[in-house]
């Protein structure tokens, strides 16, 4: 089962907001910060200006989507390329090559792809931070950060996105 249960109220999400940086974990500052010296002129890195060796502590949390440029809406739009092992644990299955519909971890599907759409057309980062009950059987936090790549600096072709997750009270 995909809908999982948030025990936080869904906070105001906004595109391209940084005030993130003054409270989220170091690790979600630090893949930012990573991504953030790689961009390009047009405000956002090329798939090959990343270089997965550069943060070898972070690839259990990373997932890349790829961008459907051809889908002008959010369902088929979106499609898991790469899933680290931290993520495919939280949902208990590997989603890699399926469509988000049909792979996604979150609150529920509206969630999940308001975040990658507001990415794909803002062209710009989005922290999202959520308690809940994951399909692994156990409350996460989960605090994730999506940034957005462009092989032609206009159009969002993929998204990286990374992950991070503690143990929360409701763990017993």
Known sequence: ???????????????????????????????????????????????????????????????LVDVNPAVTGSVGAYRYRLVGTAMVEIRGRDP?????EEGFCGPDLEDVLDCYDSVRHSRTVLYDA????????????????FLP????????????????RAPTAHET
């Open 96 to 100: 890699t090559g399926l469509p988000v």
């Open 149 to 164: 790549l462009s092989e032609d600096q206009e159009s969002v072709s993929q998204i990286m996105v990374y992950s991070r």
């Open 130 to 145: 959520a308690t809940y009950w994951s399909t692994a059987d156990r409350w996460v936090d989960h605090c994730t950060i």
């Open 1 to 63: 089962m995909n809908r999982l249960l948030r025990l936080t109220p869904t906070p105001p999400r906004k595109a391209g907001d940084l005030s993130f940086l003054e409270s989220c974990p170091e690790e979600i500052a630090s893949i930012f910060g990573y991504w953030r010296s790689r961009c390009g002129p047009g405000g956002m890195p090329r798939r090959r200006d990343i270089d997965p060796l550069d943060f070898p502590g972070h690839l259990p949390g990373i997932m």
